[in-house]
């Protein structure tokens, strides 16, 4: 089954930019989307199809796709951007089809 | 207005069953695949299962033949019915729908749009 790994930790001071990535097999052959998921909340979609925002997302967020890694990158970050961060796939290959979320990263505002 | 709507948690013994209900409202449920999702104690997001539109359904391998995916389409609503529970099936569920418009019968998925606020599921003794 295919896999997506993120480092799980990023700290970042307000005002900074913070960058997440997404390791996965020629990840670039597929669309990545991300989500924001702060504690006690359900998760947001940020980012879908590589790099477009849904509407309600700050332009500080963006992201990009190539080779082996994705990166979502939140330029002036905020206190309010402290949050767990995960990239997603579909995976329609294989006997067991079905959406493949990575690890997760951690995003902490010093 | 989206709104994704769970229940059904709670704690059950080990081997025991529980049935999760996620009640949708706000657009066309026949058009748009729904999944369930979970996220264990400390633990990341983890897709569970898929429900198409067409009837096509997924599972995650850890859950294929003791959950069973369905939906009523008479009241918008989807279900899990979680058999055979293990302590490592203790996590809070999500009920998410698929941002992807689907007008046939064989759409796979694609990305959440929506999330519900999520029922706690706690497998113990």
């Known amino acids: 089954s295919y896999v997506l790994t993120q480092s799980p930790s990023v700290s970042v001071a307000p005002g900074k930019t913070a960058r997440i990535t997404c390791g996965g097999d020629?990840?670039?052959?597929?669309?990545v989307h991300w989500y924001q998921h702060k504690p006690g909340q359900a998760p947001v979609l940020v980012i879908y199809?590589?790099?477009d925002r849904p509407s309600g997302i700050p332009e500080r967020f963006s992201a990009s796709n190539s080779g082996n890694t994705a990166t979502l990158t939140i330029s002036r970050v905020e206190g309010g951007d402290e949050a767990d961060y995960y990239c997603?796939?579909?995976?329609?290959?294989?006997?067991?089809?079905?959406?493949?979320f990575g690890t997760g990263t951690r995003v902490t505002v010093l | 207005e989206v709104q994704l709507l769970e229940s059904g948690g709670g704690l059950v013994q080990p081997g025991g069953s529980l049935r999760l209900s996620c009640e949708a409202s706000?657009?066309?449920?026949?058009?748009?695949?729904m999944s369930w999702v979970r996220q264990a104690p400390g633990k990341g997001l983890e897709w569970v299962s898929f429900?198409?539109?067409?009837?096509?359904?997924y599972y995650a391998e850890s859950v294929e033949g003791r959950f069973t995916i369905s939906r009523d389409t008479s009241k918008n609503t989807m279900f899990l019915q979680m058999n055979s529970l293990r302590a490592e099936d203790t996590a809070m569920y999500y009920c998410?729908?698929?941002?992807?418009?689907?007008?046939?019968?064989?759409?796979?998925?694609?990305?959440?749009?929506?999330w519900g606020q999520g029922t706690l599921v706690t497998v113990s003794s």
């Open positions: 706000g657009f066309t449920f026949t058009s748009y695949a």
């Open positions: 998410a729908k698929d941002r992807r418009h689907c007008s046939s019968s064989s759409c796979s998925g694609d990305h959440f749009d929506y």
């Open positions: 199809y590589d790099a």
């Open positions: 020629n990840i670039a052959s597929k669309s």
């Open positions: 997603q796939v579909w995976d329609g290959s294989g006997d067991h089809p079905g959406y493949v």
């Open positions: 429900s198409g539109t067409g009837g096509r359904t």
